[in-house]
């Protein structure tokens, strides 16, 4: 039975092949395509749970087949890099990834940020699911909609998860560990550029001034606390 | 020169007496009328003679028709002296008369001659600075300024030196001698100086209190407001070259590290994506359960597996190394506590130092220091990486930090097997290998890399080490200035 379906993005024919029979072995149906342009067509045909995908590929290149596949799906995105800079982690993750793994890495690493890309919190209970409106913000988990001002925009799944994680915790801080384990899992806890970069997309999100959050705050050197108007 | 001027002043001078003379006669001989008609048709004349000619002219014209009036006109005639009273008054009134006459209206002439001087100079000025707004990007500047002001001002020779440059260039009909030895003399003195002889001035050309060249002008002096102007419009040409070359520099360097820096990138792609798909398959079998593969496959698959990941780190190591010797890394720097530093260095290497003794002394208020700290972080982990590799599994490794004058000191000591001394000075060399098997392991790039790292901050490297009593590694880092620690 397969565990989740994978669509690996790569222009080289032995890391595809590879891919294919590595991730297959361990369960995952898995299908490739050599370019940006052919992943995305590929993505409308079929229902996938994670793309492995190719920072640096002729084309349309992996950054900007990120963005396009994030901008019209909620699967999970690893980036494949070979540069382990800090500038090309946070331009991935910017772009819409949920993780990055850097060339070459080992199956077993590869298979655990698979896991960890794919790993979804417990559904809240309904209680939690109540629509939140605040400063002419509504946020409404049930829907995963988000809506500022008019402007409706949708969460992808990890953004969700660290966004119910926070709201069920309201007006409280939680550690940086804390939320790069229970939303990434337990292989974390020092990656502060993931959290940063994904309070920066979800403030974009919710927040009416991203510049000065009113909800999503960062407390210095701890953590991050969702502030929910009494 | 002066000669012709003397001869045309006395030329219109005998015109002037002529002129008198020929009223006189005319009014004595020809035409006879009354003193006081003469009077007039005098003054009239020396208002033509100050209007037409000059002061000087007028002004001999006024005491030869006062002389005249007196002998001819005024009683008793013939002489020089005279009987009435009043006609003294008439002749005084007539010489005041005509000699304020002539000079208003000489003034007059010269304020309007000066008038259209200005406007003529105003006229080339503009003139000057369109044309040194369009210069020719192809030719040299300086040879564009001077052929502009030797054709705009008419001037018989030119001369501009650039003291940028050391060129100097010339324009103009005439040759002007020795000019580059006087030129450069004014330039470096910042003065100005009159070559009487030849009649050309010599001037520095300043801009912002510095020299910046020269300027030779021979012919009709210009005013000085408008010398002052052709002055700063070539200190500006010349600036404005200066910067726009700068401006080109910098963008071919800036072109050619961007090329460089997609060519590291392009390389590092095109090596690790091999090892990527190698690397998956030699671990995805070393996972496989026990029992699936013998033994002795799975140490062919681990010898595999090794090889991958040292390609892979002499791989990172020299695209590493390339981008660091050829000046397409920039530090991107912070203010950070070395402990800091430290701490997140163990942290990185929490998989090797687990099961070691590792102990970490930090100096208590140590100054902060400004450094790229992923960087410093990769000395930091390289110099721990040594120390496990190259001591006993049971010996302590000792990590700290210590301030020393105005610098922070980040050292790493083992208590391996040592370095000899005729080896120290050489391991930070690149791709250098050790005698003994000290840096079998390695990529031969790992130290080369630090001292890099180091030396980029300002700081640097260094090893004291005795055969069998183990190695002190130690780095340098400037502390950070007090203005920029906040």
């Known amino acids: 039975m397969s565990v989740g379906r994978v669509l690996v993005i790569d222009d080289d024919p032995q890391i595809r092949r590879a891919m294919k029979m590595t991730l297959s072995t361990h369960g995952y149906e898995v299908a490739d395509a050599r370019t940006g342009e052919e992943g995305l067509t590929e993505l409308r045909s079929g229902a996938y749970d994670l793309v492995l995908l190719d920072m640096n590929m002729p084309g349309m290149g992996g950054i900007e087949t990120c963005r396009l596949v994030r901008s019209g799906s909620e699967v999970a995105i690893i ?39 794919l790993r979804r919190l417990p559904h809240p209970d309904r209680a939690e699911l109540q629509p939140l409106k605040a400063h002419g913000v509504e946020i409404d988990l049930s829907s995963r909609q988000v809506t500022v001002g008019g402007r409706t925009a949708s969460l992808s799944p990890k953004e969700f998860d660290l966004l119910s994680y926070l709201l069920a915790r309201a007006n409280k801080t939680i550690s940086h560990r804390e939320l790069l384990q229970a939303i990434w899992g337990p292989d974390y806890g020092d990656e502060l550029e993931y959290l940063r970069v994904f309070v920066n997309r979800l403030r974009k999100k919710i927040e009416p001034n991203p510049s000065q959050p009113k909800f999503l705050l960062t407390d210095a050197w701890t953590g991050y606390r969702f502030h929910l108007p009494q | ?209 510095q020299p910046i060249g020269s300027l030779a002008i021979q012919g009709p002096a210009l005013s000085d407001a408008a010398l002052q102007s052709v002055l700063n419009l070539v200190a500006i040409g010349l600036e404005r070259t200066l910067a726009q070359q700068a401006i080109n520099r910098a963008e071919v360097a800036r072109r050619s590290e961007e090329l460089k820096s997609a060519l590291l990138d392009a390389i590092a792609h095109e090596f690790k994506t091999p090892l990527t798909s190698a690397k998956a398959i030699t671990t995805d079998l070393l996972a496989a359960p026990a029992g699936e593969l013998h033994q002795h496959q799975r140490d062919l698959i681990g010898i595999a597996d090794e090889s991958v990941d040292r ?8 695209i590493q190394l390339a981008r660091i010797e050829g000046g397409t890394f920039q530090l991107n720097r912070g203010v950070h506590f070395p402990s800091s530093l430290i701490s997140s260095a163990l942290k990185q290497m929490k998989s090797l130092t687990d099961g070691r003794q590792i102990n970490v002394k930090v100096a208590d208020d140590l100054p902060l220091v400004s450094v790229d700290a992923a960087l410093i972080q990769m000395v930091i982990t390289h110099l721990i990486d040594n120390a496990l590799k190259y001591s006993p599994q049971q010996s302590a490794i000792e990590i700290g930090a210590r301030s020393e004058g105005s610098n922070v000191i980040i050292y790493v000591n083992d208590r391996g097997a040592g370095i000899a001394e005729d080896e120290q000075s050489r391991i930070f060399d690149k791709f250098y290998r050790g005698k003994t098997e000290r840096h079998l392991t390695g990529t031969g790039m790992g130290l080369a890399i630090a001292r890099e790292i180091v030396r980029a901050h300002g700081g640097d490297i260094s090893v004291t080490s005795r055969p069998g009593e183990g190695s002190q590694f130690s780095f340098s880092l400037p502390a950070a200035k007090q203005s920029s620690s906040r």
């Open chain 2, 311 to 318: 390609m892979s780190r002499l791989v990172s190591d020299a």
């Open chain 2, 1 to 209: 020169m002066v000669v012709h001027q003397a001869i045309r002043l006395s030329a219109r001078i005998l015109a002037s007496l002529a002129l008198i003379a020929a009223i006189t006669f005319a009014f004595t001989r020809l035409i006879p009328v009354n003193a006081t008609t003469t009077g007039f048709f005098y003054l009239v004349a020396i208002l033509m003679i100050a209007t037409a000619w000059g002061i000087v002219e007028s002004t001999i014209a006024s005491v030869v028709a006062m002389l005249c009036f007196n002998y001819f006109f005024l009683p008793p005639i013939g002489t020089l002296t005279i009987a009435d009273p009043q006609n003294w008054v008439a002749l005084f009134a007539f010489l005041a008369t005509s000699l304020t006459a002539s000079q208003l209206s000489a003034r007059a002439k010269r304020r309007t001659k000066e008038a259209v001087e200005r406007q003529r100079e105003m006229e080339r000025l503009y003139s000057l600075s369109r044309g040194l707004l369009l210069t020719d990007a192809a030719q040299p500047v300086g040879k564009q300024i001077v052929q502009q002001i030797a054709s705009v001002f008419e001037f018989p020779a030119v001369a501009l030196y650039d003291r940028a440059s050391g060129e100097t260039y010339r324009a103009g009909t005439e040759d002007l001698a020795d000019v580059e030895t006087k030129l450069r003399d004014v330039a470096v003195r910042s003065t100005s100086l009159q070559d009487s002889a030849a009649t050309v001035l010599f001037t520095s050309i300043r801009l912002g209190g």
């Open chain 1, 79 to 117: 980036m494949l890099t070979v540069n382990n800079t800090e500038k090309d982690k946070v331009e991935a993750l910017d772009a819409g990834a949920d993780d990055y793994v850097t060339k070459p890495f080992s199956t077993p690493e590869l298979l655990a940020r698979i896991r960890a890309a």
